[in-house]
């Protein structure tokens, strides 16, 4: 017997500071002398040895089953090379399961990168090219020690879709 999968489209936003923040922080370009405020990434890396890399990602598209957050620290993801990107979000929860109710789906510029809260539910990034080369700050374990995922399609026999208007639409 086949398994009934349901679809559900999640339309992706403009993200703003003001839209992001149940969810974390967007960092735009500041200038070189600017003080140090509430404007920059507020980090917490201090459970591990922070770790900053470049990762390539390949043609995920659009769709995801599995959410994922770490708790343990915030995450900083950006593109190279000023690529647009897509990410799902939920906020940080008490339980072991994302809010389905207050998911959120972001399109985020290539002049910006994001800081997710320690908590905070992702799936993405997402895009439609080959491939595009990510930023990430987070801990060096983060993917071992500090790794929880929920899976849509186990608990709710689900998939979820971002849709834009623009050239990410079908």
Known sequence: ???????????????????????????FTTPDYKRYDDKDALLNLTNGTPRFYIMRLEKPGRKFRKITRHVLCTQ?????????WLIAVAPPSESNKPDLENLAAFRVPGNCFIKLEAGTWH???????EFIDFYN????????????????????????????SDRFSD
Do not use: W
């Open 1 to 27: 017997m086949s398994q009934l999968i349901s679809v559900q489209k999640i339309a992706a936003r403009e993200i703003t500071a003001e839209n992001f923040s149940p969810y974390g922080q967007v960092i």
């Open 76 to 84: 900083c993801l950006g593109s190279l090379a000023g690529k647009e």
């Open 123 to 129: 799936a993405g990034p997402h895009f439609e090219e």
């Open 137 to 164: 700050l987070e801990l060096s374990d983060t993917n071992e020690a500090d790794h929880y995922s929920h899976d849509f399609l186990k608990s709710h026999d689900l998939e979820l879709e971002i849709v834009c």
